[in-house]
């Protein structure tokens, strides 16, 4: 993974260069590691700042790389590319991710067990988020002359958030033990056991940090613009870049892990990492960018269109369908990716 | 609860002198002991007609209030209210009571487990309710120019009357076992103890039965009344009174049983009577106010906007996930109860 | 049910004479035997063809009736028939034929078990040819004006057909051990103990075969021009001689097997048979009729109205919710039953 850091002066050559439509695979190529780095330095920090906080800050910090994207995103008035790129986050997590684990640690292993208990939870919270969703979209479906869909929005979003934090209460302190936590880059959990100055470490891991996230904030602006302008002269709609690039650019370490985890037959944490993943970005990152706008004034609201709904209800369906009976088998997966190809289909044709 | 029979007399002076909207607060107190007397006479009828026709009318009796209120409010063409009445009673059981329930019980124990067999087949007879009423709406939505939908409601009406029936043989004859039956104001339970003459007690709650059934006939005239008048001077909607006042008045004694039996670890209790309620109303009180249409001209029929149906479908939908593994946590109290604050603003934006 | 052959030759004469309303029905009743013999036939190839031919020939065998007269419908251009006639195929099995075994069996046995691995991949594969409806139904909804809509459904039917024949592999191959292979007409399973020369055997089954496939040709063109005049001649739409005739003439072997097995408490078997049925429709001949499309000319899509769409959810999810806890009893098939009177009346009425 580390590798692939090379990317990151090439990608800020070519944009100085103009070549931009080259410079928009660099980009996405460059991104990879820095949003690997940030989950990793995430959990060191976690580490450190013992149980409580470190969970805190573990549980909302996976999502960083798509916050500051979709941030620059709303900055330059990509409404569009935003919403879908949430939709596609969480559709990607729920059925491409969980859909090439199962699949792939199916034809491995003939059976793969797993605890219902923990995914439950984040199960109910997801359903809460579309909830949210839905109840907002068939509001201003039902009263469109109506203006009060903003307050609507930013009411629910606020219901949303603070059953995040309660979510975060259960989960890290009253009923800590229905949870696992893990580093989400376990490949590189061996990091954890080099021995010497704590403190040091702590600060020279603060200094990567600061330089990760000064990194991150130089490529996502070049990658909205890279959008804006692949968008324009190409023809492709902000829909179909969003529910694609977005998701491939924040969450490509869930997605390595996943599937490593699952080939090792820890189907337990894969759906652990997916199902949770999903539920940040519906419970969390929706709403927060939402109430973003009410001091920013650029704004996008918690209502979405026919099929971006439908999508994300067979998404939670289908992958709560599959969790249901606490065991996996390749023809689940393969059910699960082929709805995914089916959704997928309909952005393509757009 | 008794004390407050003491607005009965204020209600009905402060209707006399003109001062409607002191009187509407005022009435809605006073229907408040009204219904839970009725609910604890039914109880003590139940007791002395022995297990089935007991049952049979233990399990009706429970909606007397809210059928005695819609019925003037149909006879006042109050069309709207009655029907958004409904939906708020159905939501109210299912999130708000079971919310406020697994909620507060969850904050007091860890864990609370109850019995997924008894509440099982109420499930299956409210997913039956919203088919005919979704099937009723989008029959009328795809053919709106088609004049049969009255037959259409006749028709699902009667079907789900019929299985309603079926439902009671099923739970009071064939598998009794099944089921629990008990008091639903458990606080007033004691009386029943009383030793003495058993015709003269009989005769007596007769008596009492029968004031307590003119007192709720009286007050529920004033009530739809003042409705009529609080909507037209302060221009809400009947929609928005409806959600929120039909509930409160008729399902008071099932809300204040329900929170007293989680708090003593009664859960099992308290979720059967939350689903059984909002079945009843789904199936029995819905499908009845529709038939009374045929005999007395003024008519509601079985068809929902897409609002009312999204809450309902998120309401069935969200208390069964909760309901499905057997045991509740504090924050599954939290999602339902957000799920019905969310609902809320909509109608509260209407 | 061998004596309804007699009903082969009267048809073709009343057709002949030009009783048409008379021959209709007589039609319907020549057209079972027929039905019925050839999933007999398919079973006795099965057995003679080895497990794993044998079991593909089986599973795909059973739609040979529907898939005849559709294909004939098509060529006729009646598209509003054949694919409410597959919407019908399929509610027919989730909730009439699962509902009548399960009702009578309930009557019979206080409560029947069964075992949930069985049926669960079926739902899976279920929810998926769902999940494609929904999808291209909604994408024609949301862009209607877009002709891309063509390629969405034979996109979306490859993408079906494909897990149809990974779910074959998954059944017959990977984890053959999930699943039960029977006879579908039990009743005449005694034939196949019938011992003497296997290949004379084999070779006058195929005679008999070949002989039933042509009655069916020409039972099933002629059908097909019957419906179309009493569509003209007494006003019926397509749509009402769709989800009833073409349901009834398909399946009538299946139907009475599974009745037949609930009352010998072989709820497994039954449930197996109305699952399986209706995911073989759903996943394989839905898709299929629509790839003939390609190369014929003539052609339906995979997008359904409203009220179809809601049909299938309801009837998809309640066939789940009795599925799901492994156990039936008899109000759960009064409940699916009354749910198809329900959705019955909407075709009835429109």
């Known amino acids: 993974m580390k590798y692939l850091y090379i990317f990151l002066p090439v990608s800020i050559l070519l944009y100085k260069l103009n070549f931009f439509t080259l410079c928009f695979f660099v980009t996405i190529l460059a991104v990879i590691p820095i949003s690997s780095s940030i989950c990793k330095y995430t959990?060191?920090?976690?580490?450190?700042?013992?149980?409580?906080?470190?969970?805190?800050?573990?549980?909302?910090?996976?999502?960083?790389?798509?916050?500051?994207?979709?941030?620059?995103?709303?900055?330059?008035?990509?409404?569009?590319?935003?919403?879908?790129?949430?939709?596609?986050?969480?559709?990607g997590n729920l059925l491409l991710v969980e859909g090439i684990s199962i699949f792939l640690g199916g034809l491995k292993y003939n059976e793969q067990k797993f605890s219902r208990e923990f995914a439950r939870t984040n199960f109910g919270l997801l359903f809460l988020a579309l909830t949210g969703i839905i109840i907002a979209s068939t509001y201003?479906?039902?009263?469109?002359?109506?203006?009060?869909?903003?307050?609507?929005?930013?009411?629910?979003?606020?219901?949303?958030?603070?059953?995040?934090?309660?979510?975060?209460?259960?989960?890290?302190?009253?009923?800590?033990?229905?949870?696992?936590?893990?580093?989400?880059?376990?490949?590189?959990?061996?990091?954890?056991?080099?021995?010497?100055?704590?403190?040091?470490?702590?600060?020279?891991?603060?200094?990567?940090?600061?330089?990760?996230?000064?990194?991150?904030?130089?490529?996502?602006?070049?990658?909205?613009?890279?959008?804006?302008?692949?968008?324009?002269?190409?023809?492709?709609s902000q829909n179909f870049l969003g529910i694609i690039i977005i998701p491939m650019v924040g969450n490509v370490a869930e997605y390595s892990t996943a599937i490593l985890m699952a080939l090792k037959n820890k189907i337990n944490l894969c759906i652990e990492i997916a199902i949770g993943s999903g539920m940040q970005i519906a419970l969390f990152a929706m709403p927060f960018l939402v109430l973003i706008g009410l001091t920013y004034g650029y704004t996008i609201?918690?209502?979405?269109?026919?099929?971006?709904?439908?999508?994300?209800?067979?998404?939670?369906?289908?992958?709560?369908?599959?969790?249901?009976?606490?065991k996996t088998f390749w023809i689940e997966g393969a059910i699960l990716l082929a709805s995914y190809f089916i959704i997928a289909l309909g952005y393509l044709f757009m």
Chains 1, 2, 3 share one sequence.
């Open 43 to 91: 959990d060191i920090f976690s580490e450190q700042l013992g149980d409580k906080v470190g969970g805190l800050l573990n549980a909302t910090a996976g999502n960083i790389p798509e916050l500051i994207i979709s941030y620059f995103a709303l900055k330059s008035g990509m409404f569009e590319l935003v919403k879908s790129g949430l939709i596609g986050s969480i559709i």
């Open 140 to 236: 201003k479906r039902s009263f469109f002359n109506n203006g009060n869909f903003k307050e609507m929005s930013y009411g629910i979003s606020i219901i949303l958030l603070l059953v995040y934090f309660l979510g975060l209460i259960f989960s890290l302190i009253t009923h800590r033990n229905l949870f696992i936590f893990t580093c989400k880059n376990e490949e590189e959990a061996i990091d954890k056991n080099v021995t010497g100055n704590r403190q040091l470490r702590f600060f020279l891991t603060l200094i990567s940090f600061i330089f990760t996230f000064l990194f991150l904030i130089i490529e996502g602006n070049i990658l909205v613009k890279l959008i804006e302008y692949i968008s324009l002269s190409y023809g492709f």
């Open 301 to 326: 609201d918690l209502s979405y269109n026919l099929y971006q709904i439908t999508s994300l209800i067979i998404a939670i369906g289908l992958s709560f369908f599959v969790f249901q009976d606490g």
